[in-house]
């Protein structure tokens, strides 16, 4: 029995260390549905940016930040819903989640008449 305990540890010692590394997953931020309507309410998806406290902006084209709110995601794959102001008019919008030091994910929202 002793050489099954030894053959057991010799295994997992080597099979231990070979283990493929795991993909690193990049920070993105999407919003669906892309393009919608002002009453829509957006699903936003954040990836990678786990408990990690974050301010979510949406910029009009020239720079104005329409909204801004606070974002905790709490896994990895963090869905939220979001409910833009109504008075917004169609365009084009850039929707900006901002990290602690600076860092930016940033992505782009359409909203139709």
């Known amino acids: 029995m002793k050489w099954f305990y030894n053959f057991r540890r010799a295994f997992n010692k080597r099979f231990q260390r070979s283990r ?3 993909p690193k997953v990049e920070p993105s931020l999407v919003m669906s549905p892309n393009p919608c309507f002002p009453s829509d309410i957006l699903t936003l998806s954040l990836r990678g940016l786990r408990c990690c406290p974050m301010q979510l902006q949406v910029h009009s084209s020239k720079g104005h930040i329409i909204m801004e ?17 109504r008075n917004m008019p169609a365009g084009m919008y850039h929707c900006v989640a901002l990290q602690p030091g600076g860092r930016a994910v940033k992505s782009w929202l359409a909203l139709l008449d």
């Open 20 to 22: 493929l590394p795991q």
């Open 69 to 85: 709110q606070p974002v905790f995601p709490l896994s990895d794959n963090h869905c939220l819903p979001v409910t833009l102001p």
